[in-house]
């Protein structure tokens, strides 16, 4: 079974400043997703950004960004600019591209965004 | 505001007793799924549905069943209540990108005494 391993349980950052999250997946499939998802104490689940395995360019949304290293099999997710509302938990996410519909979360890692 | 809506937010539960979770999304979404959320963990899939009419089991099924009652409505019933089901739900919805939920509804703070 795939897991997810998010090694920090708690980051923090000041305002402005760029933080990155880590993340490492083990998998022997060679096609699948990733993806990492925010949550705000409102606790409602945000994509954030998304990444296709068979792409070598790392995805980026706006202030978001990921470093995909398929080799090392990790996935961390800069955040650039820290803001105020970007104090969440970060989950990261993993989805194999076949017909499975499973997500395989990570346990989390929670940002505090210092004023 | 359009997107996934979950009632009831907070229920209290004896030991045996059941319930059923609601959830609805206005999205036009074909595919739904129901998380569960424990301390320390990340959300784990206890069933899903890919379209209107199908249901399949996730990772955690046990003690659960599902009903896709419409594209709209897919409900969690607990048949009879365990402690080991207190948890805070999550119910997901998606369009484009089968098995990856888009939009999350605020969740159900489950506790069974």
């Known amino acids: 079974a795939q897991t997810v391993t998010q090694s920090q349980p708690e980051m923090s950052v000041q305002e402005a400043e760029t933080v990155t999250l880590s993340c490492t997946y083990d998998?022997?499939?060679?096609?699948?997703?990733l993806f990492w998802y925010k949550q705000p104490p409102s606790r409602q689940m945000i994509l954030v950004i998304r990444?296709?395995?068979?792409?070598?360019q790392n995805a980026t949304e706006n202030r978001f960004s990921v470093n995909f290293q398929k080799a090392a099999k990790s996935f961390s997710l800069k955040i650039s600019d820290s803001q105020l509302g970007d104090a969440a938990m970060y989950f990261c996410?993993?989805?194999?591209?076949?017909?499975?519909?499973?997500?395989?979360f990570g346990t989390g890692t929670r940002l505090t965004v210092i004023p | 505001n359009a997107g996934v809506t979950q009632t009831p937010k907070f229920q209290v539960l004896k030991t045996g007793q059941s319930m059923t979770l609601q959830c609805a999304q206005d999205m036009n979404h074909n595919s739904m799924y129901w998380y569960r959320q424990d301390p320390g963990m990340g959300l784990r899939l206890i069933y899903y549905s890919a379209s209107e009419g199908t249901t399949d089991k996730g990772e955690v099924p046990n003690g659960y069943n599902v009903s896709r009652l419409n594209k709209r409505e897919f409900s969690l019933r607990l048949e009879s209540a365990a402690p080991s089901q207190t948890s805070v739900y999550f119910c997901?919805?998606?369009?484009?990108?089968?098995?990856?939920?888009?939009?999350f509804g605020d969740g159900t703070r489950l506790s069974i005494l």
């Open positions: 997901a919805s998606s369009g484009n990108f089968r098995g990856q939920p888009q939009h």
């Open positions: 998998t022997s499939e060679s096609d699948y997703y």
């Open positions: 996410a993993y989805r194999s591209s076949g017909g499975a519909n499973n997500l395989f």
């Open positions: 990444q296709e395995a068979y792409k070598q």
